[in-house]
């Protein structure tokens, strides 16, 4: 295995972040150097791709408390090397374990993350629709969760422009 995949299990976020976008030029420039390590590195992606609740941190701002999820930026770069992965090697890289690895993203509290997991999931799901049929009734628990939110009669209005930008790639997909 390359020495590169082992950084994407190094404890510290800066060494996984700076590991996550060299596999992807690495996907991008060299897909034969990638194409014999495709499992482990969907397992390594897979991993990277989940939320964890260790990243997120509560910042105080005045009188506020604030939560920051340091983990964001990780699941946002993890999809994109996903996607690349998917794109370069598509008849290597198994729909159904990138499908496992997204359908839980679509409730994410990232819009950014839920924007870059659909559009993956929508490229699969075109280009593999009887191996996506089997992760239906997931994706839609996980969509039905974001439309279930309720959203208080005092919310302000970045937080109505949060959720409602949240519902829109649901709304498309």
Same mark, same amino acid.
């Given at each position: 295995?390359?020495?590169? &995949? ?17 596999? *992807? ?6 897909? @034969? ?17 989940? &939320? ?10 005045? #009188?506020?408390?604030?939560?920051? %999820? ?19 090697? #598509?008849?290597?890289?198994?729909? @159904?374990?990138?499908?496992? @690895?997204?359908?839980?993203? &679509?409730?994410?509290?990232? *819009? %950014? ?5 659909? @559009? ?26 974001? &439309? ?5 009669? *005092?919310?302000?209005?970045? %937080?109505?422009?949060?959720? *409602? ?9």
């Amino acid at each position: 295995q390359a020495p590169i &995949f082992d950084a994407l299990a190094k404890p510290s976020l800066n060494v996984r972040r700076w590991a996550l976008l060299a596999v *992807t030029s690495l996907v991008n420039g060299y897909v @034969s150097a990638v194409a014999q390590h495709v499992e482990h590195l969907l397992s390594m992606l897979s991993s990277e791709c989940e &939320f964890k609740p260790e990243l997120v941190r509560i910042v105080q701002l005045g #009188p506020f408390k604030h939560q920051v %999820d340091d983990g964001v930026e990780h699941r946002k770069f993890g999809v994109q090397c996903l996607a690349v992965l998917c794109n370069k090697l #598509p008849d290597v890289v198994p729909v @159904s374990k990138v499908l496992s @690895s997204l359908v839980p993203l &679509f409730s994410d509290s990232s *819009t %950014d993350v839920v924007l870059a997991a659909h @559009s993956l999931a929508i490229k699969l799901i075109s280009s593999a629709p009887s191996v996506a049929m089997q992760f239906c009734d997931a994706m839609v628990a996980q969509i039905e969760k974001v &439309f279930k939110i309720e959203i208080k009669e *005092t919310a302000s209005k970045s %937080d109505m422009e949060a959720y *409602t930008e949240k519902r829109q790639p649901m709304t498309a997909a």
